[in-house]
T-cell receptor, first 116, second 114 residues
Framework: EPEVTQTPSHQVTQMGQEVILRCVPI?????FYWYRQILGQKVEFLVS????????KSEIFDDQFSVERPDGSNFTLKIRSTKLEDSAMYFC??????????????FGPGTRLTVT | AQSVSQHNHHVILSEAASLELGCNYS??????LFWYVQYPGQHLQLLLK??????LVKGIKGFEAEFIKSKFSFNLRKPSVQWSDTAEYFCAVNAYFGNEKLTFGTGTRLTIIP
């Protein structure tokens, strides 16, 4: 069964450094998402992406964050200058549907980002 | 704006006990409803989903949930839990139309005692 994959599984970085989290969505999917989960808290939406542009972003997704689909398979989240509070598990998700009623999102295993 | 409430933060049960986890949502339009499970050290997995039709939906591993529109609720149930059900359970909602973001509840940690 096709899966969303994410790399790396764990990233440790120093405050102020740039990080890029990588995701490979399921190949025929059209919508892509990033979520994050700070330890002990709920999963929060960051951004959605369709047709090579951002569809929606949350308040968390400020100018330090960017997303890109550099080729036909990868979907990346870049944090330009990391802060301690960016430490979290970051999940990528994708969904195949363009409109319609079936909106199941398929999640990747996550990247644990630790900012020191 | 959408919101999801899960009132049980931590539930501890013995094996074979029955389970019901509460989920209430707030949204002005038609919604899709989901329950996700996160086993220790693993990623989010879909347990079950409701889009339309029969409000009683069955998912994997013997779980089911009932959508009660008048109560804005989507409670998760299982008649007899197993030790392997120990996990974090998240209720989530998104808008019925469009590929909308998921809004998650705070999660319920379920601990099953053998």
């Amino acid at each position: 069964e096709p899966e969303v994959t994410q790399t790396p599984s764990h990233q440790v970085t120093q405050m102020g450094q740039e990080v890029i989290l990588r995701c490979v969505p399921i190949s025929n999917h059209l919508y892509f998402y990033w979520y994050r989960q700070i330890l002990g808290q709920k999963v929060e939406f960051l951004v959605s992406f369709y047709n090579n542009e951002i569809s929606e972003k949350s308040e968390i997704f400020d100018d330090q964050f960017s997303v890109e689909r550099p080729d036909g398979s990868n979907f990346t989240l870049k944090i330009r200058s990391t802060k301690l509070e960016d430490s979290a598990m970051y999940f990528c998700a994708s969904t195949p549907q363009l409109g319609g009623a079936n909106h199941e999102q398929y999640f990747g295993p996550g990247t644990r980002l630790t900012v020191t | 704006a959408q919101s999801v409430s899960q009132h049980n933060h931590h539930v501890i049960l013995s094996e074979a006990a029955s389970l019901e986890l509460g989920c209430n949502y707030s949204y002005g339009g038609t919604v899709n409803l989901f329950w996700y499970v996160q086993y220790p050290g693993q990623h989010l997995q879909l347990l079950l989903k409701y889009f339309s039709g029969d409000p009683l939906v069955k998912g994997i591993k013997g779980f089911e949930a009932e959508f009660i529109k008048s109560k804005f609720s989507f409670n998760l149930r299982k008649p007899s839990v197993q030790w392997s059900d120990t996990a974090e359970y998240f209720c989530a909602v998104n808008a019925y139309f469009g590929n909308e973001k998921l809004t998650f509840g705070t999660g319920t940690r379920l601990t099953i005692i053998p």
